[in-house]
């Protein structure tokens, strides 16, 4: 019998792909105190897990772990280091909520654009006049600039050529086929293309590389008027550049879905900032998603157990590789 611990509430339907599985003990977070479920990991075989922080200390305890299962595709409240010490594979839910994120992308760039509140208010006031203010405007023809063309940053690509826009793409191994297939200009250093670029949004992991990519210097350099967007992970746009430039009127906006300290502090000075739409770690929240992501953690512990977990769901490839080769 396998133990299987879901650390927070996740949807039924992947609850049930557990319940299936004759050789499963399902242990719910969610029915447990903080004790309880402290003595639960420890005997835990798999681990599927959201935001609940899994750290060396919790994680050294659980004797028996054979699997850690994201919900989601981010993977900062887990320690890779020390499962993949351990040769234990972390499992992410890789293709569920590409959709969900790329569409709040489009869904922040439109609102940006069009303003619709603002028109809203117009009409329930009676301010007809407002429609010569030609505050909206096309995405057609205006420049994004992609960092990341994994599979969040290809499903931007795909709405935002929709849409006319002219799409440059930057990534670290990129997919040149891919690019050229959705009408994409692959770009080496994103750096030198950022005076062109209308609207940057990023879509990589936060890493030490990639913690503050975009700061002070690269706003600086990109023109005035622009618009960041962050639906990736908070601190890969470093918050206080970003706030002066939204104040000094350099930036025409910014949105984010991911900060670096979560929930926001009530005096945080993005809360005042000019021009800038927020939602709360939400972006892969879709009920799809919900859904997709939930039965694609309690399939790759399933497939764990079974010695078949897809390479392209396994956060921690390559590090467990390696520690392979160090023991050799």
Aim: hydrophobic share 50%; glycine share 8%; net charge neutral.
């Amino acid at each position: 019998m396998k133990t299987v611990v879901v650390t927070e509430p996740i949807h039924e339907a992947g609850i049930a792909v557990l319940k299936r599985r004759e050789d499963v003990e399902l242990i719910e977070g969610r029915r447990l105190g903080a004790e309880a479920l402290a003595q639960a990991l420890m005997r835990a075989d798999a681990v599927a897990v959201r935001t609940f922080k899994l750290d060396a200390a919790t994680l050294a305890r659980s004797n028996r772990l054979a699997v850690v299962a994201k919900h989601g595709v981010g993977c900062d409240n887990i320690d890779i280091a020390h499962l993949s010490g351990r040769g234990i594979p972390v499992a992410i839910t890789a293709s569920a909520n590409k959709v969900a994120v790329a569409e709040q992308v489009l869904a922040f760039l439109l609102m940006i654009a069009k303003d619709p509140l603002a028109y809203d208010r117009a009409a329930r006031a009676g301010d007809w006049a407002f429609r010569t203010s030609l505050k909206a405007y096309e995405l057609d023809g205006r420049t994004m600039l992609i960092i990341g063309f994994g599979r969040i940053g290809r499903e931007v690509a795909v709405r935002a050529r929709a849409f006319g826009m002219r799409v440059l793409v930057s990534d670290i191994a990129i997919d040149h086929a891919a690019a050229k297939a959705l009408g994409c200009i692959v770009v080496e250093d994103f750096r030198a293309h950022l005076a062109e670029t209308d609207v940057l949004t990023v879509h990589v992991p936060k890493t030490p590389v990639t913690a503050g990519f975009i700061g002070a210097g690269e706003i600086d350099a990109m023109k005035r008027g622009a618009v960041i967007i962050n639906c990736a992970r908070g601190g890969i746009v470093a918050e206080a550049p970003l706030v002066a430039a939204l104040q000094s009127g350099k930036l025409a906006a910014a949105a984010l879905d991911v900060f670096d300290e979560e929930p926001l502090a009530r005096d945080h000075p993005l809360l005042a900032a000019p021009n800038v739409w927020l939602s709360p770690h939400s972006a892969g929240s879709s009920a799809e998603a919900g859904r997709r992501m939930a039965v694609d953690t309690a399939q790759n512990i399933l497939d764990a157990f079974d010695g078949k977990l897809d390479p392209a769901n396994t956060f921690n490839l390559a590090e467990l590789a390696a520690a392979a080769g160090r023991s050799v």
